[in-house]
């Protein structure tokens, strides 16, 4: 997989991750989710001191209509801006699908803006009736690239003084809903949309832009149903596009949610692509589009039949073991996490994703031929659902 982010223990400036991205708000949970500042064809990590200097939030009061530029906004059909209209679209409509569900509680909203550039609009439900905890989040931030991520990312440069700093621009939604009853699964989505323009001492350079996301399903128990629902509705998504893209990004997401020291994946998948940008840009737009609009329809139904399921202490000790290894994932793996908690992003936002409870049992190990065993074998071995 294509990253500007390296696994070495060292500070790294992100393209564009599930939780941070140039500006420390981290706001796309994925764990994830990176988007490359190079060509697919051509990637270089990026390290990047950790004494980086970075933006702090400031908080507004309301939400402005739109992030962008003045001379930007003006124009609605431009990608940037139809991207930003369908992510704080995506962000209204599954938040109203939560609250709807929970039946009472509702959301704490906090809006900030980010000096350099753009702001964006963070969303939490804790205690609810239904949800333990659900983050909804988007952001639009530009600004520049500093001189030393843009020279790691070209060590081929000749020129010995520093490059102009490169102006870029990132815009996503990230979502992580984790609900109280153990036979309702957790999911996570984040869709996002990445452009660098040409630096200022090398004028002409074309814009390269990237488009990355995913949708995924963390369940504690499997309900066969459940889960073949939740890839039908990621492959059907796909395939008003490209009969490829489900195959592909399905095992694209088994191999990115993968816990090394535990030898198993997070879940049971669904669709991850990141670095895309060798479609048709329109396609692509419109591919992120579908797959946003498919979150509520795969996952809403689920969570109805599962939520007011009766369920004992025994199940849910084994859903906080299950919470854990999503918190061993995001902490040690998830490369927004790290890098924000590195360079001193804002707390509250780096661990949104977190669960509220989890729970650690030395050596546990499920009786073979259980259902906690079932779904521990499907995340060490994944499986073709549809």
Known sequence: MTSILSSSPSTFLPSFTSHSYLHPKPLFHSHHHHLNLTTQQHFTPLRVNSTLSMDKEIPQSQRPLTFLKQSESDSSSTIRARFEKMIRETQDSVCNAIESTDGGAKFKEDVWSRPGGGGGISRVLQNGAVWEKAGVNVSVVYGLMPPDAYRAANPSSSSSSPPSPVPFFAAGISSVLHPKNPFAPTMHFNYRYFETDAPKDAPGAPRQWWFGGGTDLTPAYIFEEDVKHFHQTQK??????????????????DDYFYIKHRDERRGLGGIFFDDLNDYDQELLLSFSTECANSVIPAYIPIIEKRKDLPFTDEHKAWQQLRRGRY???????????????????RIESILVSLPLTSRWEYDHKPEEGSEEWKLLDACINPKEWV
């Open 236 to 253: 059907s998504a796909c395939d008003k596009f490209d009969p490829s893209f489900y195959p592909r990004f399905k095992k694209w997401c």
């Open 327 to 345: 918190v061993e994932f995001n902490l040690v793996y998830d490369r927004g996490t790290t890098f924000g908690l590195k360079t001193g992003g």
